[in-house]
């Protein structure tokens, strides 16, 4: 028989690809009979990660890659965790459009200092979300595109959950050349990252319909709205592509630019199934 196994997977995905992927490893989890379910870190309050994580045999952490980096959100949820005495294991999972040099090994250290040991990280390969003038590869939102990509991706969690039941470690992402490939990346986006935050965003008032959605779906509350409506950025943007990707007018500037609609099949990525939608990760309001 197996053993019953908690796990958790806290969860951030900014457009919907480490959400699927996270479902994917829960119910192949769940089929070898690991009691796991996934959560949108910003769902959750304090007192449910500390119980959650007090429950748990395993935790598990997915997130997107940028630039070789996790997301600023994943770096203070991860700093934050209640220090786990005696250390639990610990499963990262990464997603990425092709490459996250030591993305998935990164967070092993701040894991460890808060007692948990990395004995998982996994990267998977999913549809690039990036769709604006500034970025070179060609992203769709063409769905059917995506079931090669996709159908790897549920091998992929498969074959996790296995070493998982198996007590098998599978890192990736750690090694010399990884390392030092990734500062390479990393390094000029940390350096620009302030810069980013505060330079990226800014609204077509004209073809802003003041709906708030942005305001709404914003997994940082970097967004509020102004008196009539328009959409105002603070500094703290994560750049997950949230605002940009699901405004429903296509308002949102990118260097004061707007989405072109020659790019992408017309409209921004809209995660890897038609049922996602960043409403059911955001915070409840
Ligand atoms: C700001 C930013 C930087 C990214 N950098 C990388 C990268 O370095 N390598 C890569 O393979 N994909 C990169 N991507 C693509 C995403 O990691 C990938 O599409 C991911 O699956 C998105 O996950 P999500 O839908 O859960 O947010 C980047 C995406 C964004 C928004």
């Keep these: 028989m197996a053993p019953i196994i908690r796990l958790p997977l806290f969860t951030f995905s900014g457009t919907g690809n480490t959400w699927w992927v996270a479902r994917q490893i829960a119910a192949a989890l769940n089929q070898q009979g690991i009691t796991a379910e996934a959560f949108s870190i910003e769902q959750l309050s304090r007192e449910e990660i500390e ?5 748990a045999d395993t935790i598990g952490i997915g997130y997107p890659i ?13 700093h934050n965790l209640p220090i786990s005495e005696p250390p639990k294991p610990a499963l990262v999972f990464v997603t990425q459009m092709e490459w996250s040099g030591n993305g998935a090994w990164l967070l092993h250290h701040s894991l460890e200092s808060r007692g948990y040991r990395v004995r998982w990280a996994v990267e998977f390969k999913m549809p690039n ?7 070179p590869v060609p ?6 595109k995506f079931t090669p990509k996709l159908e790897k991706a549920t091998n992929r ?12 470690e599978w890192i990736q992402g750690k090694g010399v050349i990884n390392n030092a490939l990734s500062l390479l990346q990393r390094l000029p986006w940390r350096l620009a990252l302030k810069w980013t935050q505060t ?12 709906c708030g959605r942005c305001e709404r779906i914003c997994p940082v509350e970097n967004i509020r709205l102004d008196p009539g409506g328009l959409p105002i950025w603070s500094d703290q943007c994560n750049l997950c592509l949230r605002c940009f990707n699901y405004c429903p007018e ?20 809209h995660g890897p199934v038609p049922e996602f939608k960043p409403e059911l990760l955001a915070r409840k309001k």
């Excluded at 940028?66 to 991860?78: G, I, K, M, R, T």
């Excluded at 979300?129 to 970025?135: L, Q, W």
């Excluded at 330079?199 to 003041?210: L, Q």
Aim: glycine fraction near 6%; include cysteine.
């Design 51 to 55: 119980d959650l994580v007090h429950r």
């Design 66 to 78: 940028y630039a070789s980096d996790a997301p600023l959100l994943v770096q203070d949820f991860v």
């Design 129 to 135: 979300n990036i769709g604006m003038h500034i970025f």
């Design 139 to 144: 992203s769709t939102p063409n769905f059917a």
């Design 157 to 168: 969690a498969r074959r996790l959950a296995g070493s998982i039941l198996a007590e098998q």
């Design 199 to 210: 330079h990226t965003w800014s609204v077509d008032a004209e073809k802003c319909t003041h």
């Design 250 to 269: 296509q308002a949102i500037l990118v260097y004061k630019k707007p989405f072109d609609p020659k790019r992408n099949g017309g409209q921004p990525y």
